[in-house]
T-cell receptor, first 114, second 116 residues
Framework: TQLLEQSPQFLSIQEGENLTVYCNSS?????LQWYRQEPGEGPVLLVT?????EVKKLKRLTFQFGDARKDSSLHITAAQPGDTGLYLC??????????????FGSGTQLTVLP | NAGVTQTPKFQVLKTGQSMTLQCAQD?????MSWYRQDPGMGLRLIHY???????DQGEVPNGYNVSRSTTEDFPLRLLSAAPSQTSVYFC???????????????FGAGSRLTVL
């Protein structure tokens, strides 16, 4: 059973469309991160959210942390082919080991068609 | 600034063979970790280290060994490779955290391992 559920698993849209992907769990997190991974590369950090209800914007990407700090969403406005990639959420506060351990969701594979 | 360097990028092994995946970082990060990535499973933590001489197990440690003799290097050893270890392996490192205290990982480009 995945501790972090990401949805949808796959998403294919046309250039210019808007989209939202989700990261959900029943646990409360101290922080949540979003990473993007392109083929043949490692994940790269997009943003960290810490405060319940927090909203952060990165150009056309809007990230929101749920009020109860159990979920998050990523909204992309006017998607472009360069947004294509695997979007991963990751949290601390799930594992019983080091407090610095990150647990990742299974990701949303986004394809933006020209 | 090289960041996190992994070698080799690709490797094919036969069942039972052993090998070491190398990971080096030049950012003086104290925390280093190894993940494996399989389709539909996301990234799963194998082993991690909070500093030289200190290692600990993650979620899926069986069949893998690690050591941390220096701050820069964190090799991952497969003692007797099995087909179930076919995967893409990522090494990542981090400093003590950003302004929020969150652990911010810098990943290498990955090592794709196939065990026949």
């Amino acid at each position: 059973t995945q501790l972090l559920e990401q949805s949808p698993q796959f998403l294919s849209i046309q250039e210019g469309e808007n989209l939202t992907v989700y990261c959900n769990s029943s646990s409360v997190f101290s922080s949540l991160q979003w990473y993007r991974q392109e083929p043949g590369e490692g994940p790269v950090l997009l943003v960290t959210v810490v405060t319940g209800g927090e909203v952060k914007k990165l150009k056309r990407l809007t990230f929101q942390f749920g009020d109860a700090r159990k979920d998050s969403s990523l909204h992309i406005t006017a998607a472009q082919p360069g947004d294509t990639g695997l979007y991963l959420c990751a949290v601390t506060g799930i594992s019983s080991g080091s407090a610095r351990q990150l647990t990742f969701g299974s990701g949303t594979q986004l394809t933006v068609l020209p | 600034n090289a960041g996190v360097t992994q070698t080799p990028k690709f490797q094919v092994l036969k069942t039972g063979q052993s090998m070491t995946l190398q990971c080096a970082q030049d950012m003086n990060h104290e925390y280093m970790s190894w993940y494996r990535q399989d389709p539909g499973m996301g990234l799963r933590l194998i082993h991690y280290s909070v500093g030289a001489g200190i290692t600990d197990q993650g979620e899926v440690p069986n069949g893998y060994n690690v050591s941390r003799s220096t701050t820069e290097d964190f090799p991952l050893r497969l003692l007797s490779a099995a087909p179930s270890q076919t995967s893409v392996y990522f090494c990542a490192s981090s400093y003590s955290g950003d302004a929020s205290g969150a652990n911010v990982l810098t990943f290498g480009a990955g090592s794709r391992l196939t065990v026949l």
